[in-house]
């Protein structure tokens, strides 16, 4: 009777999944922590709202000045793509203020990955930030009388 040959580590390379599976599994459970709490839409909403407010006071005011180009510097430009960032330091600081982000790293196979997939999700919900208020910018800037053609 033979006794089968483990490698090195002692860890069994059948039981661990493979490297897009674990990313994938990360990346699911940011995305899940995203989604659970109020944070997100919380702070959307006043980004969007100042963008059409603040196009919708650049449109009125500057006349044929305005044109969709400038637009989208004030949708992208102003206070409300900052909020992105607001929210980023909101839900890391939540992380440690809970200290779920003990758990996440001790139970992640890779902490760089882990990382990664923080980075990822963050990256995709500051452009839903930066989508939300260019378009809510061009609604304001439509609502103050279209944009000049």
């Not at 002692?10 to 944070?39: I, N």
């Amino acid at each position: 009777m033979t006794i089968p040959m483990r490698p090195a580590s002692g860890a069994d390379t059948d039981a661990t999944p493979e490297l897009p599976t674990q990313l994938f599994g990360l990346l699911r459970s940011e995305l899940l922590k995203v989604c659970s709490t109020a944070a997100w839409w919380a702070l959307l909403i006043p980004a969007a709202m100042l963008s059409l407010l603040l196009n919708l006071a650049v449109a009125q005011g500057g006349g044929s000045a305005f044109t969709p180009a400038s637009g989208m510097a004030f949708a992208l430009g102003s206070f409300s793509s900052k909020l992105a960032v607001v929210y980023g330091v909101v839900c890391a600081s939540a992380e440690f203020r809970h200290r779920t982000i003990t758990t996440s790293y001790l139970t992640a196979p890779n902490r760089s990955m882990l990382l990664g997939a923080k980075a990822v999700i963050a990256a995709l919900v500051g452009a839903g930030y930066v989508a939300v208020s260019a378009v809510a910018g061009l609604l304001g800037a439509l609502l103050a009388g279209g944009l000049p053609g």
